[in-house]
Every structure is written in C-alpha cells, then in structure tokens.
C-alpha cells in the first residue's frame, strides 16, 4: 500500500495560530519521509475544511492523513468520517492534538511552534505504519431496557414504544414517577406537574409493548452491546432479559441535613422548631389552600438558606444544584400570596435564576416584597421558642440575625445512594461529582462509554423537569439509531489475542476492566470479545508473552512515534 501523507493544519481561529506559527511548521513539514502535502487552513472540522481534505483525497494526491488541530476527543471521529466519505480507510488517520497540549499550555511562541512540529512529525512517523482496520458488525436485538421510571425514563420508554420498541422498564420503587411526584409545579410554565405526570404514566404503561417492573432493580449485565443479558431482582424473584440497548435514567438523591458527617444536625434542621427542608415546604404547599403555618399560627417570618450541601467543600459537592434557585424564588412569591404581611427573606451566595422564565419569576418576587440578601450563613438557632439565623451580609459587611417562623434548606441534589451499585452493575463511569458520566459532554452527551448504553436525565447531573424529558427523548432517539437499524458496527480498534503465543495464563483477563477477555480455547487460551472491548489496552500491558496485540496501537507505531519525538 502506498504511504503518501497528506497533513492538514488547523489554525482553530486565533486557538493555534495565535500562539503556533503555523506556516512555519508547514515549511518545515514538506521535507519530512512520505509527506507529499501540506495544508493549513483556519478551520479544518468546517464543512468546508472537510471538503477540502476530501478533494485531495478523491484526486489521490494522498492515502494517509494527519490531522494537527484541537483534542482528538473533539474531531477525530470527523475526519475519520471525512477519509470514508472519500474511499479510504477511516483508520489511515494520525489526529494531533496541538490546541491543549500546545497553543494552551505554552504562551512562548517559539516554544509552542518548535512542539507543534515536533508533534507532527511523530503523527507522520506514526500513521506511515497504520494498517487498515476493517470494522464488523454484530446483530441487535430489536428490545430496549429502560433503568427508571422517572421523567426522563418515562419520556424515553413512551418515546422508543412509540417507534415500535418493545420496552422494559424497571423502577426501583413500587410506582413509575420518581422525584417528579413532589414537584408542585414546574417551570417555566407554572403548571402543575400531577396531571402532567399521571397522563404520562398512564401512556407508557397502557402500551402493549411495555413492560413495567416496579419494586425492581437491575443486578448485572452481561453479554455484548446489541444483545444484553440483564439480571433484574423483583418481588417475585430473579429474571434475565435479553435486550439490544440500555437507557440509565436513575435520577438523582437529595443532600440530607439531619446528619452531616454523623455529627450534629446542620442548620438546626431537627432541632430549631420551624426549619424545614425545600421539599417538605413544597409537600406543605401542595397539600392545601389558606395560610402557611408553623405550630398552628400563620407564618409572619421566613427566611431561605440556598445552597445547603452545594457548593460546599465541607460538604463534599462541588457542583452547583442548579435548580434549587429556581424553586426558592417560586415559593418565596407563594408564601407571600399564602400569607400577605410576612417577611419573606432569600439569603444566597450567588443567585442562579436561568431557566426559561425564571428571571421574570426573580424580578416578579422582588416587586411582590421578597427580600434578597447576599450573605453567608453561619448558624440557626432556637431564641424564645422561635429560629434566628444568623448570616453575614457580605455587601455592607455586617453580621446580621434574621428571626423567622419558618425557615428553609434549599437543600442540593446528590446522587442517588445505590449510584455505585448501579454503576457496577451497568458498567458506567462516574465524575467527580458522583453523577454518570457521559462519552463526551458536546459530541455524545447522552451516550455512555460503553457501546448500546444510553444516559438520561438527572442521573447525569441536577436538571429541570423540561431537560429531564429532552434528555429522555434525545437517549431514545440514541438507542432507536441502533435498535431500528438492526446491525452494530463494532469498533476495530480492539485487543486481539495470538493463539500461537498466549501461554493462558490469566493476566490479561483479570486486567480487563470490561470483562472481555475470557478462555476460548481447549488450553483456555484467552480470547477477546470485540463487541465489549473498549480499546483500552490493559491487556497488552500486563501480557509477558506478548500474545496480546492492541489495534492500531502495535509496538512498533508507537515506538516509532516516540523515535520521531527524540
């Protein structure tokens, strides 16, 4: 096969080319072993960009091509698309990082553009001894497993057996709903979220391709992407479900202030009479009309404390809540509607009110009397039988008491507990948050690592109602690409064991974080399943008879990259 070339620079705007002389290392480039073409251009993923990349290939000017622009994690799925739309192998591809790991990291011009150069030059090194990779394919069974039975659960259960889809769906508690069943009412329309929720429910669960496990929980899964072996635990005992996709929609948990730490309980929660936590105010407010009371007199004083267990490093959550802002600005105005002489105080750090709608809602509160005051709480406490919070007013730098009837945790959202058994059994990664995590925030932000699994809605992270139904719809239409289209391209760059080499002993298989590898011989020489195979590349690491070959990262590739590099 021939080995000609082609590099294309990306000047990213002014990402790279601000700080990477990019014509410079061009210059440079053109008298490297097997380049044949140097191109820049100031935005290569463009579409124009790639038609230019696609025109050199089709008038064969070059068969191989490397890529010098932003993460590979960004783009490199692009241009191996752009090499196939063009007739050659998506994998005669070398993608060089020079954005983060150059423009970003060096602000020395010279600096950056002599690593710019010397990170091409190993891409061209490397890519001159790519093979091609032939990707196969793997049958999917047409059946869809839905892990939750909340919003977003709900929508893409509602949303796949609409299509077609024969749909279980399994839901931990003993009915479909989740944390919605709390909601009073949601934004940015107001409208209460019962009926919604009710008529949703109603809808999935009278489809005759769904089927509803509730009180269950999903123990394992094995088998590969398109044709999963699911063990589900219900009341009535253990079943297997054999299913060609997986859609996670587990929610989410609440930051819970009676305990933190096993130490005395925060905020007076449990012990100053009338401190209550967000969702209990919101279960008094949807329980009746009239005056909201504590101790059987009408509320005169309340105050809301944001961000209880969110952005707190005491706590241990970075993250901000996201809609805990939101739900305090709409019940703040309720009480004032509720109960019309009472001094209703929001005390925050930073007021995240972003929601469609939730702005005119915040600036609604402030001409209805709700105060705002920017302080940091340091306590509550009983005084004469009534709570007093004691904050520090950061903007006249003063401390104040605020005593109050009733006062109010607006308390974050956290993973749900049994998050690391779900993540276990489902094989899902997890951020530093605790959340899923997804493939890719921008290009895959409902797709999990794992070929065939599918995130949705709060399980990644705290969402409103509205974008916990998006993201169920948008993880459905994920899993209808594959389940309608019947077949699972597998992804070529996977390990594959030399029979002839593998001494059987067992390394690799107890290296592998997938659960890949497994004996497939009469000696139990090791074998590798590509359909679970993640490329990572465990097994070639740990394997001392070199028996184990990773593709499209051989030895001698990488070797020689790193050659080029010294």
Known sequence: MSRRVAVYLCHCGRNIAATVDVRAVAERLAGEAGVVLVRDYPYLCSKPGQDLIRADLEAGRAERVVVAACSPRMHEETFRRVLAEAGRNPHLLQHVNVREQCAWVHPEPAVATAKAWALVAMGVARVLRHEPLEAGEAAVERRCLVVGGGPAGLTAADTLAGAGIEVVLVERAERPGGRARALGRAFPTGEPVGPWLDALVGRVTGRPGVSVRTGARVVGVEGVPGAFRVGIVTPDGRAEETVGALVVATGYGLYAPDSPDGGRPELGYGTVPGVVTQAELEERLRSGEGPVTVGGRPVEGA??????????????????????????????????????????????????????????????????????????????????GRAVVRFEDTLVGRVEEAPADLVVLACGARPRPDASEVARALGLGRGPDGFFLEAHPKLRPVEAASAGVLLAGACLGPRTLDEAVTSGRAAAARALALLLHGRLPLNPRVARVDPDRCAACGLCEAACPAGAIRPGGGLAIRRVEPGVCRGCGACAAVCPSHAVVLGHHRDDQILAEVEAGL
């Not at 952005?311 to 019309?340: I, K, W, Y």
């Open 303 to 384: 105050v809301f404390v944001q961000c209880v267990g969110s952005r707190d490093r005491t706590a241990g959550a970075f993250h901000c809540s996201r809609v805990c802002c939101m739900v305090s600005v709409r019940q703040a105005r309720e009480l004032r509607a509720r109960n019309p002489g009472a001094r209703v105080r929001v005390l925050y750090m930073d007021l995240r009110a972003y929601s469609r709608g939730a702005e005119e809602d915040y600036e609604a509160a402030g001409r209805e009397g709700v105060e705002f005051r920017r302080g940091g709480v340091s306590e509550v406490f009983a005084r004469e």
